[in-house]
Structures are given as structure tokens and as C-alpha cells.
């Protein structure tokens, strides 16, 4: 039955419509004439080709002036991301569907050149509206005022086009340098002007818009105070003004702007278009694979949305015209649905590749039963208050270093890049390699600067925390556009990238994102720089944010023992880099991780993840040998190398807890990123491919060795599936995670086909990476590792709704079933779901779930002391929403729908997990975890000859999919009128004859997925 449920939803995926268009819905109850509209859009690949720019129509209809700017183009160089605009006329209360085809020209006067030659120059943005309009930003402090004038810098000509043509002119005016900066100085009791340009620390800039024929200039205002040498925590009274003449349409009287905070907020100068809202179109958005698979079979739960809109009063200060202000929260947690203390242990609705809360905006947006108020009120909660909230957080920093030493690194991606230099843009640790972020910042030789040690604290305080940092920033500039949230996504990305210790994990300046301890943590920060690189625009930045995650995916190639993928760096001969250290850790009844126990024979040692070996050990003053493990037989101690991991001799004596190991050992950063993985092993190949071996927190188990948190891993696995799904970024003839991504999926791939079904075990918080023989390297081992032999301390029957086993609940030797219940148990051929685990003294009572016995199409029968008792789900049970462990596992494994394990496909996999677990209609109040395998074409290859083509795919279900083929353009981004291919089994073949020379265009649409591409026919020889 379950797999008939699976079938069905992946065959309702099928009537999606697809096609690019947006609906705009007027939100003021006014009619709106030729109203200025900006857009965002984001494109699948292929669908606006070089050479081709999205021309907008509303209703069907080209409207008389529009504008396109590029922003971002896929690795075949069609349009990945563009600003388009146009002027809209709404009906009071009514809506328009706007689509996008493709024309030759970049706006309605024709080619680049025409369009950016009609943009307004700098005389005409000063003489816009008669020079009626204003955008000013003004400083209080004591009665001491200080402020910056956008006419001013523009005037000085500090500003560039953001967006250029004859519909919109949108500038960024700010001076790369501190023309413009203000602050104060503390003087230990009030604030005073400043004695020197140091404590100038607040950086001044703005995003302005003229629209020709309208009255009026949007205003974007953005302070910072993120200078990396002029770091300072500020108290003011903060006021936005505009308008003629200019009046504050923002003013906030004790604004507490930190060190390494922003603020940011957005208004006319003259009049205000009616509010709109926009249905943005999420099967679009999800098809360009830039959004996350997420299940759009969902109907969002509309108490759950009512609740979250209800909770926005009480979560935000107010500014001086008491109007709710998430740039000025009060010491109320959350802040606008944002967790302030980020640390600390638990779920939060900020997890996930994105929020919970802006998730419900996207479903919220398309769905007919939600109103146009509700769903504006939602967009200005969930994307534009959580939004300007973020900006407040302190993890901004800008480089203000003209003149380090050596002068050849002060380049923002050195050595790729020697003509952009670093100072004014993001904080680059190419630039300055030993730089840290956070409260390692003051660290390196160009440290961070914190100017004022007792300047007046924060009302509101941010705790921001690498290990649990969520993604704030992407969806409101998808959805908006607006320049202040690119700036912080990038500051974001680039802050964390420099928060490892430069000689750990992350390697100097290479910037790579690992942590064998908590895989949680390279998950939530490469997820931070994938979505900057998704979304910046064609820059220095986005270069430097591309060579930071290729250095990450060569590691994990070198991780995952792969010596045919992307990276010359694998053909080095000497991985152990430029500086190698000396130390000696000392293993007792004290150590932090790995204290003899008189069952321990893997031990961990602490804070080495970057070990070139051991050159020895002694144990109780007495020499020992040591071998590298795999290798070399015969010895007393082995170490495994790529980890922090030395492991007993199975034959040896585990160590009590008076006995006291000490290990002399080389440690240092590798030559190269590759070198971070196979080459350190020395040949010995990753175990499973499990991801998290080396520093590991210790668990009970068998052994008591180390453990490994598989909901990390899954968190990583999500993360890097989901990039290698975008194929946004190329990486010589592939792509990024192409080669490491399809390894790693194997993992969870070959987990859940495995006929024991170990993966079921990885539902609980850790699990042993070791046992009695060393360290786990089949999945049998793991099986038996996490199943000792239990058995019932007596005979029950059919109908028992409880049993006992002969052992003491989460103690070494016995099962680990969860403490909240809610488990999956197994007795000979029987599943059996228990409710409450009751430890004793020497067994455990296990309590049946209600309808528990015989369950996944099993059947209850009896059981005598002789039957094995096993465990399949552990912790949280098998519910497949939310954070549950189970959950985590199974949309990690979504995102490997196309990887071909050794025991089957992905997609395979994944209907095999899904028909086991329960819960999936609570994914209608959370779809953070509600991945599932992108229903679309893949594996699709064209195959040419002289007047004929032949088109090969997978599809991802029995339906029919469509397909067209033209010489030209799409005339419409729909494919209802694309032929349809028969159907019937997946591997599929379009065979197209009597083509002329030349190239074509293709796409084939399954569902809400479409390949799109070009292809080329030869002459006739």
C-alpha cells in the first residue's frame, strides 16, 4: 500500500504545468496605473541561451517598455539570474500573469548598447523629478549629529549602476573607502566626537531607483559597521530621511548598531506605488534547481500559518513612531522567528536549507485558499522582518587593510585574481590566509580591531554560532531583490569561511569546510557559501566564493579515496605542506574524549585533525609498537590514517583506568586540498565512505570507542546533494561535488538497499564507528555493532502488547532503544513498534504502540526466549517530518535520486525508506525536511549524425513526458503544446529525422522537472 501511495504522488507530480510565468495580486484595494515593477527572476539552464534575454509579457501581452539586466549566467552561459522590469497596470483588487520568452534584445529599444545608453547618467539622476527627491542618513549621539547625502555622492561620483536602461536606473552609491563614515568616541561616559577617523566606524550607503514617468525615487539605506580595524559597538539614534524636503521615514532613538552589525530599510523619495504581492511560481523556482527539491504535493497546514503570523507582535521592538522594528528587537529571543542565543542543543524553525517560516511563505503564495492580505502580511513577516532582522546580526566584516605585508597577497582572491584588491569587499582569507572571524578575530598577524573595550552594551544581544547558523539571507533576495540582503549573504558567507583555526580543518586560506567531529558544522556553512555563489552576480566575489567550495569538494574527494575526479591536486607526491608541529597527548583517566575504561581499544585524540603520523607511543613509560592500520600486521598500536584515531592490537589487554598512554605525534595542513583525504590514508581506503572519522566525541557500544552522529552526516549530505544537484557552478568538464556528491550518496544509497537494513539504525543520536576488530568496514559489522545478542526473558504471545528483554536498556552489550519511545523492534519475522522503554535493574520492559504488532506488512505472531530481539528505528521513531533522525537520513538520500549504488538506484532507495516511515502529513506544518527526488529527466544525452538527432533519458516515473525541438526560440514557456513521448518504461529514446545543419534547442519536461540544452547537426559529409 505504501508503495501505492509513493506511485501515486510521484504520478500527481506529473500535472504540473510548468512554466516560468509569476501572477502579481494588487494588495491595496486601489487601482494602479503603469505602477513601476522590479523582479528577480531566476532561469532554468537553457532556457535563455547566449544571445537570448527574458522579454516579459503581462497577460499574454509584450508590454510597450521593458528592461532585462543580466546578473549571473549557468556554466552553458544562458541566464541563470536577471532583473527584469516593466510597468504594470493592476485593477483594484485584481491580478495579472506575467511569463518570460526569449528575444534577441535586452529591452524594448533593441541590443546592450541602446539600452544602457538610455539609463539615466549622473546629471540626470541629480535632476531626477527637478531635483525634488532626497535619500539622506543622519547620525545622534550626545546632541552630536553627523550623516551622509546620496546627491552628495553621486555629485562626487561615488556610485555605480546596479541596474542600466530606459524602464529603471537602480545605483549603489557608496564610496569604496571612509569618505562618508561617522561615529563617536567613548570617553568611558558619554558619547563624543571622534579624536581621529578611527572611531569613524559607521559606513554609510544607499540603493536608489528612478523609474522614468514616475514620481518618485526608492530609497534603500544601509549602515555598517563592519571596518575589520574599525570595529566598535555604537548606541545612536539612527534616522533615514527622505522626501521633499527630506523628513525621517525611519527613526529609531537608541539604536544599538554593534560591531559587525548592519541595519538596512527601504522607502520613496516622492510617491509610493499600491503594494503588490507575488505568487513567484515554487514549482518554477524548484524546477531552475537553485531551490532545494522540496515536495510540492504539500498543501501548507493553514492553522500553522495562522499561528506563526500571530507570534510576529511579541518578537520585535518598535521604532519612534511605534511601528513593529526588527531592526531594534528587544532582549526578547526570538528575534522576527530568528533564534538570538543560537547555541545550545535542539531543534529550531531556522534549521534547514531554509526556514521554517519562509518556507511557509512559498507555499503559502501559489495556494488559492490564502488571501492576498494574508499573504502579504506573511511576505512582510516571514521574508522582509526576518530579513531586516538578519542584517542586525554581527557577522559582517569589511576589509579596511590597504597596505599589508606581503603586498602580492592583498588581492581579494590571490593568486586567481591580482588586479581586484581586497580593501572595501568582503573579508578574504586569500587576501590575509591566518584571519579568523567571531571571537577569534583579534587572532593573525592583521587582526581585527575592536576600538571601544567598555562602549555602552547591547540592549538586544545576537549570539551567533557556526554550528547551528541558518540561512537568513537567500530567500528574501530571491524574493525581493534588494541589494542590503545580497551584501549580507556574501559578508555572511565570507565571515565563516575564516572561522576555523587557519591550521585545523579549514586549511589557511584554501577555506575548506570540515569537522570530523561535528559534521553539522561544515554543513550549515557550506550551505551559507553555496547560496552566496548561487546568487551572486558575475564579480570578483563570486570567483573568490567558487575557488572557496572547489577547494572544499578536492578535499572531499581526497575524503573519499576518489582518484579520477576533478582535481589536479591529486597527483602530488608530499602531502604533509610547509609546516609540520610536534607534540605529545597523553591518553588517562582524565582525557577529554577517549579515557581508558578497561573496554576502549579505539581511542581519539583531541584537537590533531591534521596528523602526518605517529612517532610514538608509550604506555605506562614502556615503549610500544606502532603500524599504520590496514598495513602492517604484528604491532601493538596502529594509527589510522586521515583521522585522529589510534586503535589497540585486537589481541592486546584493553586499558584500565589506571593506566596512561601517551602519543608523540606530527601534525600540520596538507600541500594541497586533496591531500586532506586519500592521500594522508596512504592507501588505506575510506570505511563504508563514512564521512566524520577523527576527533569523534566517545560513545558506549560495544567497544566504547569512538562514535559518529549519523543526523550530522545527513545534514552534510543533504547540503552537498543539493549543490551537486544545481550543476551551477563547472569544475573542468564537470561540476561542483560531481565526482565526491555521487560517492558520498552511495553511503545512504547502498544503507537503505542493504538487505539488513542497517540504515534504519541511524535514527539515533550516534553511533560506533569501531568494534572488537578495529574500525567498522561493512555494513555487517555495523549491523552487529549496533544489535548485541538480546533475547526475551520469556515466551509471549501473538497478542502480548509487552515484553522484557534480558538486559538493561543503553548499556554497553545491549540494544539502545529511545528513552521517549517510540521505536521499531524486530523478533524473528515480526515488526513491532513500541511506545515506552522502561529500564530495570538487569532487563528492560518494552510497552507495544497501539496497532504496534505486525507492522510494515508483517505479522504478529509468538515469540519464544530463543527469538533474537534487534532494533531498526532508534530515537524519535520512524516518523519521516521534521527533525527527526530518520527524516534527516531519508532527504539526504532525496537529493542521490541518480546515484547508482552497488545495490541499486537512489530513487530506488528512497521509495524503499519512504514505504517504512510514518508522519508524512505533519510535513504539511514543516517543510524545512520535506526533500524529495527531483521528479524529472535525467542522464539525458544527445547523440548526432547528418540530418538526425536522437534524444536519451531517464524518466522519473512510467508517465509520458513532452518534448519539443525547435531551430529558433520557445515561443512560450509552457509545454502543454510539446509533443509527448509513449511513456512506459523509464529509459526512453526520441529519435528526430530529416534535421537540416544547424543548431537546435531541446527540452523535455517529466512532471515539474525540464531538461533543457542545445544541440548541433552536422553536414552531410
Same mark, same amino acid.
Given at each position: 500500500m505504501?508503495?501505492?501511495i509513493?506511485g501515486?504522488?510521484? $504520478?500527481?507530480?506529473q500535472?504540473? $504545468?510548468?512554466?516560468?510565468s509569476?501572477?502579481?495580486?494588487?494588495?491595496?484595494? +486601489?487601482?494602479?496605473?503603469?505602477?513601476?515593477?522590479?523582479?528577480l527572476?531566476?532561469?532554468?539552464?537553457?532556457e535563455?541561451p547566449s544571445?537570448?534575454?527574458?522579454?516579459? =509579457?503581462?497577460?499574454?501581452? /509584450?508590454?510597450?517598455?521593458?528592461?532585462?539586466?543580466?546578473?549571473s =549566467?549557468w556554466?552553458?552561459g544562458?541566464i541563470?539570474?536577471?532583473?527584469?522590469?516593466?510597468p504594470?497596470?493592476?485593477a483594484?483588487?485584481?491580478?495579472?500573469?506575467?511569463d518570460?520568452?526569449p528575444?534577441? &534584445?535586452?529591452?524594448?529599444?533593441?541590443?546592450?548598447?541602446a @539600452?544602457?545608453?538610455?539609463a539615466?547618467?549622473?546629471?540626470?539622476?541629480?535632476?531626477?523629478?527637478?531635483?525634488g527627491?532626497?535619500a539622506?542618513?543622519?547620525?545622534?549621539?550626545?546632541?552630536?549629529?553627523y550623516?551622509?547625502?546620496?546627491k552628495?555622492?553621486?555629485?562626487?561620483?561615488d556610485?555605480?549602476?546596479?541596474?542600466r536602461?530606459?524602464?529603471?536606473?537602480r545605483i549603489?552609491a557608496?564610496?569604496?573607502?571612509?569618505?562618508?563614515?561617522?561615529?563617536?568616541?567613548?570617553d568611558?561616559?558619554?558619547?563624543?566626537?571622534?579624536?581621529?577617523?578611527?572611531?569613524?566606524?559607521?559606513?554609510?550607503?544607499?540603493? #536608489?531607483?528612478?523609474y522614468p514617468?514616475?514620481?518618485?525615487?526608492?530609497?534603500?539605506f544601509?549602515?555598517?559597521?563592519?571596518?575589520?580595524?574599525?570595529l566598535?559597538?555604537?548606541?545612536l539614534?539612527l534616522?533615514?530621511?527622505?522626501?521633499n524636503?527630506?523628513a525621517?521615514?525611519?527613526?529609531?532613538?537608541?539604536?544599538?548598531?554593534?560591531?559587525?552589525?548592519?541595519?538596512?530599510?527601504?522607502?520613496?523619495?516622492?510617491t509610493?506605488?499600491?503594494?503588490? /504581492?507575488?505568487?513567484?511560481?515554487?514549482?518554477?523556482?524548484?524546477?531552475?534547481r537553485?531551490?532545494?527539491p522540496?515536495?510540492?504535493?504539500?498543501?501548507?497546514?493553514?492553522?500553522?500559518?495562522?499561528?506563526y503570523l500571530?507570534?510576529?507582535p511579541?518578537?520585535v521592538?518598535?521604532?519612534?513612531?511605534?511601528r513593529a522594528?526588527?531592526r531594534?528587537?528587544?532582549?526578547?529571543n526570538?528575534?522576527?522567528?530568528?533564534?538570538t542565543?543560537?547555541s545550545?542543543?535542539?531543534?529550531?524553525?531556522?534549521?534547514?536549507?531554509?526556514?521554517?517560516?519562509?518556507?511557509?511563505?512559498?507555499f503559502?503564495?501559489?495556494?488559492? =485558499?490564502?488571501?492576498?492580505?494574508?499573504?502579504?502580511?506573511?511576505?512582510?513577516?516571514?521574508?522582509i522582518?526576518?530579513g531586516d532582522? $538578519?542584517?542586525t546580526?554581527?557577522?559582517?566584516?569589511?576589509e579596511?587593510?590597504?597596505?599589508?605585508?606581503? %603586498?602580492?597577497?592583498?588581492?581579494?582572491?590571490?593568486?586567481?585574481?591580482?588586479?581586484?584588491?581586497?580593501?572595501?569587499r568582503?573579508?578574504?582569507?586569500?587576501a *590575509?590566509p591566518?584571519?579568523?572571524?567571531?571571537?577569534?578575530?583579534t587572532?593573525g598577524?592583521y587582526g581585527a580591531?575592536?576600538?571601544?573595550?567598555?562602549?555602552?552594551a547591547?540592549?538586544?544581544?545576537?549570539?551567533?554560532? *557556526?554550528?547551528?547558523w541558518?540561512?537568513?539571507?537567500s530567500?528574501?533576495?530571491?524574493?525581493?531583490?534588494?541589494?542590503?540582503?545580497?551584501?549580507?549573504?556574501?559578508?555572511s558567507?565570507?565571515?565563516?569561511?575564516?572561522?576555523?583555526?587557519?591550521?585545523w580543518?579549514?586549511?589557511? %586560506?584554501?577555506?575548506?569546510f570540515?569537522?570530523?567531529?561535528?559534521?553539522?558544522i561544515?554543513?550549515?556553512? #557550506?550551505?551559507?557559501?553555496i547560496?552566496?555563489?548561487?546568487?551572486s552576480?558575475?564579480?570578483?566575489e563570486?570567483?573568490?566564493?567558487?575557488n572557496?567550495?572547489?577547494?572544499?569538494?578536492?578535499?572531499?574527494?581526497g575524503?573519499f579515496?576518489?582518484?579520477?575526479?576533478?582535481?589536479?591536486?591529486q597527483?602530488?607526491?608530499?602531502?604533509?605542506?610547509?609546516?609540520?608541529?610536534h607534540?605529545v597527548?597523553t591518553l588517562n583517566?582524565? *582525557?577529554?574524549?577517549s579515557?581508558?575504561?578497561?573496554?576502549?581499544?579505539?581511542?581519539?585524540?583531541?584537537?590533531?585533525?591534521?596528523?602526518?603520523?605517529?612517532?610514538?607511543?608509550?604506555?605506562n613509560?614502556?615503549?610500544?609498537?606502532?603500524?599504520?592500520?590496514?598495513?602492517?600486521?604484528?604491532?601493538q598500536?596502529?594509527w589510522i590514517p586521515?583521522?585522529?584515531?589510534?586503535?589497540q592490537?585486537a589481541?592486546?589487554?584493553p586499558?584500565?583506568?589506571?593506566?596512561?598512554l $601517551?602519543?608523540?605525534?606530527?601534525?600540520?595542513?596538507?600541500?594541497t586540498?586533496? @591531500?586532506?583525504?586519500?592521500?594522508?590514508?596512504?592507501?588505506?581506503?575510506?570505511? #563504508?565512505?563514512?564521512?566524520?572519522?577523527?576527533?569523534?566525541?566517545p560513545?558506549?557500544?560495544?567497544?566504547?570507542g569512538?562514535?559518529?552522529?549519523?543526523?550530522?552526516?545527513?545534514y552534510?549530505?543533504m547540503?552537498?546533494?543539493?549543490a551537486?544537484?544545481?550543476?551551477?557552478?563547472?569544475?573542468?568538464?564537470?561540476?561542483?561535488f560531481?565526482k565526491?556528491?555521487e560517492?558520498f550518496?552511495?553511503?545512504?544509497?547502498?544503507?537503505?538497499?542493504?538487505?539488513?537494513?542497517?540504515?534504519?539504525?541511524?535514527g539515533q543520536?550516534q553511533?560506533?564507528?569501531?568494534?572488537?576488530?578495529?574500525?567498522i568496514?561493512?555494513?555487517?559489522r555495523?549491523?552487529?555493532?549496533q544489535?548485541?545478542?538480546?533475547?526475551?526473558?520469556?515466551?509471549?504471545? &501473538?497478542?502480548?502488547?509487552?515484553?522484557?528483554i534480558?538486559?538493561?536498556?543503553?548499556?554497553?552489550?545491549?540494544?539502545?532503544?529511545s528513552?521517549?519511545?517510540?521505536?521499531?523492534?524486530?523478533?524473528?519475522?515480526?515488526?513491532?513498534?513500541? @511506545?515506552?522503554?522502561?529500564a530495570?535493574t538487569?532487563?528492560?520492559?518494552?510497552?507495544v504502540c497501539?496497532?504496534?504488532r505486525?507492522i510494515?506488512?508483517?505479522?504478529?505472531?509468538p515469540?519464544?526466549?530463543?527469538?533474537a530481539?534487534?532494533t531498526q528505528w532508534?530515537?524519535?521513531?520512524?516518523?519521516?517530518?521534521?527533525?527527526?533522525?530518520?527524516?534527516?537520513? /531519508?532527504?539526504?538520500?532525496?537529493?542521490?535520486?541518480?546515484?547508482?549504488?552497488?545495490?541499486?538506484?537512489?530513487?530506488?532507495a528512497?521509495?524503499r525508506?519512504?514505504?517504512?516511515?510514518?508522519?508524512?502529513?505533519r510535513r504539511s506544518?514543516?517543510?524545512?525536511?520535506?526533500l524529495?527526488p527531483?521528479?524529472?529527466?535525467?542522464?539525458?544525452?544527445?547523440?548526432?549524425?547528418?540530418?538526425?538527432?536522437e534524444?536519451?533519458?531517464?524518466a522519473?516515473?512510467?508517465?509520458? @513526458?513532452?518534448?519539443?525541438v525547435?531551430?529558433?526560440?520557445?515561443?512560450?514557456?509552457?509545454?502543454?503544446g510539446?509533443?509527448?513521448?509513449?511513456?512506459?518504461?523509464?529509459?526512453?529514446?526520441?529519435v528526430l529525422?530529416g534535421?537540416?545543419?544547424?543548431?537546435?534547442?531541446?527540452?523535455? +519536461?517529466?512532471?515539474?522537472? =525540464? #531538461?533543457m540544452?542545445t544541440?548541433?547537426v552536422?553536414?552531410?559529409?
Amino acid at each position: 500500500m505504501r508503495n501505492l501511495i509513493i506511485g501515486l504522488l510521484l $504520478a500527481a507530480a506529473q500535472l504540473f $504545468a510548468l512554466d516560468n510565468s509569476i501572477r502579481i495580486y494588487e494588495a491595496a484595494g +486601489t487601482a494602479q496605473t503603469d505602477r513601476p515593477y522590479t523582479v528577480l527572476m531566476l532561469f532554468m539552464q537553457g532556457e535563455f541561451p547566449s544571445g537570448a534575454f527574458p522579454k516579459p =509579457r503581462i497577460d499574454g501581452v /509584450v508590454p510597450p517598455a521593458w528592461q532585462v539586466d543580466v546578473k549571473s =549566467r549557468w556554466p552553458d552561459g544562458s541566464i541563470l539570474s536577471a532583473f527584469v522590469s516593466f510597468p504594470v497596470t493592476l485593477a483594484a483588487n485584481g491580478s495579472v500573469k506575467v511569463d518570460f520568452v526569449p528575444d534577441p &534584445s535586452a529591452c524594448h529599444l533593441g541590443g546592450q548598447p541602446a @539600452c544602457e545608453a538610455a539609463a539615466l547618467d549622473q546629471g540626470g539622476m541629480l535632476n531626477f523629478l527637478g531635483g525634488g527627491w532626497n535619500a539622506q542618513i543622519r547620525g545622534t549621539a550626545n546632541s552630536i549629529t553627523y550623516g551622509a547625502d546620496a546627491k552628495t555622492m553621486i555629485a562626487n561620483g561615488d556610485w555605480q549602476y546596479w541596474l542600466r536602461g530606459p524602464v529603471v536606473t537602480r545605483i549603489i552609491a557608496r564610496k569604496n573607502g571612509f569618505d562618508y563614515d561617522f561615529g563617536w568616541q567613548w570617553d568611558g561616559t558619554n558619547w563624543q566626537a571622534p579624536s581621529s577617523d578611527t572611531y569613524k566606524s559607521i559606513h554609510p550607503m544607499f540603493e #536608489l531607483s528612478f523609474y522614468p514617468g514616475w514620481n518618485g525615487v526608492e530609497t534603500g539605506f544601509r549602515v555598517e559597521n563592519s571596518w575589520w580595524r574599525k570595529l566598535q559597538r555604537q548606541k545612536l539614534k539612527l534616522e533615514f530621511l527622505a522626501g521633499n524636503p527630506a523628513a525621517a521615514i525611519y527613526s529609531k532613538t537608541d539604536c544599538d548598531l554593534d560591531e559587525k552589525a548592519a541595519a538596512s530599510y527601504y522607502g520613496w523619495s516622492g510617491t509610493e506605488p499600491g503594494a503588490v /504581492v507575488a505568487d513567484r511560481n515554487l514549482p518554477y523556482l524548484a524546477a531552475t534547481r537553485i531551490l532545494p527539491p522540496y515536495d510540492l504535493n504539500i498543501q501548507l497546514d493553514s492553522a500553522t500559518l495562522s499561528t506563526y503570523l500571530s507570534k510576529w507582535p511579541a518578537n520585535v521592538g518598535t521604532d519612534d513612531a511605534a511601528r513593529a522594528d526588527p531592526r531594534s528587537c528587544t532582549t526578547q529571543n526570538p528575534c522576527a522567528y530568528i533564534k538570538t542565543d543560537m547555541s545550545g542543543t535542539g531543534d529550531s524553525d531556522n534549521f534547514g536549507i531554509l526556514p521554517r517560516y519562509q518556507l511557509f511563505y512559498l507555499f503559502a503564495m501559489g495556494d488559492s =485558499r490564502f488571501s492576498v492580505a494574508t499573504k502579504k502580511q506573511a511576505f512582510d513577516q516571514f521574508i522582509i522582518g526576518s530579513g531586516d532582522a $538578519a542584517v542586525t546580526i554581527p557577522i559582517h566584516y569589511r576589509e579596511s587593510i590597504t597596505g599589508a605585508t606581503p %603586498d602580492t597577497r592583498n588581492w581579494l582572491d590571490w593568486p586567481n585574481d591580482q588586479t581586484t584588491p581586497a580593501f572595501g569587499r568582503i573579508k578574504s582569507i586569500s587576501a *590575509h590566509p591566518d584571519a579568523r572571524s567571531s571571537q577569534y578575530d583579534t587572532s593573525g598577524s592583521y587582526g581585527a580591531q575592536h576600538i571601544c573595550s567598555n562602549c555602552p552594551a547591547r540592549t538586544h544581544i545576537w549570539i551567533a554560532d *557556526h554550528a547551528h547558523w541558518p540561512s537568513l539571507f537567500s530567500l528574501p533576495y530571491i524574493l525581493t531583490g534588494r541589494w542590503t540582503y545580497l551584501m549580507s549573504l556574501q559578508q555572511s558567507a565570507a565571515g565563516w569561511l575564516m572561522y576555523d583555526n587557519p591550521g585545523w580543518n579549514r586549511h589557511y %586560506d584554501w577555506g575548506i569546510f570540515h569537522s570530523p567531529d561535528q559534521p553539522r558544522i561544515p554543513a550549515r556553512l #557550506l550551505r551559507e557559501t553555496i547560496w552566496a555563489y548561487l546568487l551572486s552576480p558575475e564579480s570578483p566575489e563570486r570567483n573568490y566564493l567558487a575557488n572557496k567550495l572547489k577547494n572544499s569538494d578536492a578535499a572531499y574527494e581526497g575524503m573519499f579515496g576518489i582518484t579520477d575526479g576533478l582535481y589536479q591536486s591529486q597527483v602530488s607526491s608530499d602531502c604533509r605542506g610547509g609546516y609540520i608541529y610536534h607534540y605529545v597527548q597523553t591518553l588517562n583517566s582524565s *582525557h577529554v574524549l577517549s579515557p581508558p575504561n578497561g573496554q576502549r581499544k579505539i581511542f581519539a585524540l583531541t584537537g590533531f585533525v591534521n596528523l602526518h603520523g605517529i612517532n610514538s607511543i608509550t604506555l605506562n613509560g614502556q615503549a610500544q609498537t606502532v603500524g599504520i592500520y590496514g598495513q602492517e600486521t604484528g604491532k601493538q598500536w596502529y594509527w589510522i590514517p586521515g583521522t585522529s584515531l589510534i586503535i589497540q592490537d585486537a589481541s592486546g589487554t584493553p586499558l584500565s583506568s589506571t593506566d596512561s598512554l $601517551a602519543v608523540d605525534l606530527q601534525y600540520g595542513y596538507s600541500a594541497t586540498p586533496w @591531500c586532506k583525504g586519500y592521500s594522508a590514508v596512504q592507501g588505506l581506503t575510506n570505511p #563504508l565512505g563514512l564521512t566524520g572519522l577523527g576527533q569523534l566525541a566517545p560513545y558506549g557500544g560495544i567497544t566504547g570507542g569512538s562514535g559518529l552522529a549519523p543526523w550530522m552526516v545527513s545534514y552534510w549530505a543533504m547540503h552537498v546533494g543539493w549543490a551537486r544537484q544545481t550543476k551551477a557552478l563547472a569544475v573542468g568538464s564537470g561540476y561542483l561535488f560531481e565526482k565526491s556528491g555521487e560517492r558520498f550518496g552511495r553511503f545512504f544509497v547502498d544503507g537503505m538497499l542493504h538487505p539488513r537494513k542497517p540504515i534504519l539504525h541511524w535514527g539515533q543520536y550516534q553511533v560506533v564507528t569501531g568494534d572488537l576488530l578495529g574500525l567498522i568496514s561493512t555494513w555487517d559489522r555495523l549491523i552487529d555493532a549496533q544489535n548485541p545478542p538480546v533475547a526475551l526473558t520469556a515466551d509471549i504471545s &501473538s497478542s502480548a502488547t509487552s515484553l522484557t528483554i534480558n538486559c538493561k536498556n543503553q548499556t554497553t552489550g545491549c540494544v539502545a532503544l529511545s528513552g521517549y519511545g517510540d521505536s521499531v523492534i524486530k523478533i524473528d519475522n515480526e515488526f513491532i513498534r513500541i @511506545c515506552t522503554v522502561t529500564a530495570g535493574t538487569s532487563t528492560t520492559t518494552l510497552t507495544v504502540c497501539p496497532g504496534g504488532r505486525g507492522i510494515w506488512g508483517t505479522q504478529a505472531a509468538p515469540h519464544t526466549t530463543a527469538s533474537a530481539v534487534s532494533t531498526q528505528w532508534r530515537t524519535m521513531g520512524d516518523a519521516l517530518s521534521g527533525h527527526t533522525y530518520p527524516n534527516l537520513w /531519508v532527504n539526504a538520500l532525496a537529493t542521490y535520486y541518480d546515484v547508482d549504488g552497488l545495490l541499486g538506484s537512489g530513487l530506488e532507495a528512497y521509495q524503499r525508506a519512504i514505504g517504512m516511515g510514518s508522519g508524512l502529513q505533519r510535513r504539511s506544518t514543516d517543510q524545512r525536511y520535506a526533500l524529495v527526488p527531483r521528479v524529472e529527466p535525467y542522464r539525458l544525452k544527445v547523440f548526432v549524425s547528418a540530418g538526425k538527432a536522437e534524444i536519451h533519458y531517464v524518466a522519473p516515473t512510467l508517465a509520458a @513526458c513532452r518534448y519539443a525541438v525547435t531551430s529558433s526560440y520557445f515561443t512560450t514557456s509552457d509545454e502543454s503544446g510539446d509533443q509527448a513521448d509513449r511513456g512506459g518504461p523509464r529509459t526512453r529514446r526520441i529519435v528526430l529525422d530529416g534535421l537540416a545543419p544547424g543548431t537546435y534547442r531541446y527540452r523535455v +519536461t517529466c512532471g515539474s522537472g =525540464r #531538461l533543457m540544452g542545445t544541440f548541433t547537426v552536422p553536414a552531410a559529409p
